[in-house]
């Protein structure tokens, strides 16, 4: 039996369409961390910036700790996304950073609402990432 070019080629897409879908089917996603998390990584740098804003008014001791923790684990969490993977146990230990300093730090009133901004962009981040 002899194949035409045509038929060649018509059964040649068909089984290269039919493996690519099964591969994808049963594949795990693969993330291409610069092209699902750059809105993430643009947050966890804009919140970066706002607390190098906040530490001018630091009071040293505790409230110093406080930045440099929610700064330490931002900075883990975006390692992890640039790398491709969503740590949120690394993620949640920033927002509790976060909200520990807003809650016990000396603010201007400016520089609150640009943290309590970031902390919730970061809350619906996480929860975007769960569903």
Do not use: C
């Not at 906040?54 to 929610?70: I, P, T």
């Amino acid at each position: 039996m002899t194949f035409s070019r045509r038929h060649f080629a018509t059964a040649f897409m068909g089984a290269s369409v039919t493996a690519a879908l099964s591969g994808v089917a049963g594949a795990a996603p693969r993330w291409d961390h610069d092209r699902d998390y750059p809105e993430v990584r643009e947050l966890v740098d804009r919140t970066q910036s706002d607390l190098r804003t906040a530490v001018d008014l630091e009071h040293g001791g505790k409230q110093a700790d406080r930045y440099r923790n929610a700064q330490d684990h931002l900075s883990d969490f975006d390692r992890s996304l640039s790398k491709g993977h969503f740590d949120k146990d690394r993620l949640d230990k920033a927002i509790g950073d976060l909200q520990h300093l807003l809650d016990h730090n000396t603010l201007q009133a400016s520089t609150r609402e640009a943290l309590r901004r970031d902390l919730e962009d970061l809350r619906v981040a996480r929860d975007h990432h769960d569903h």
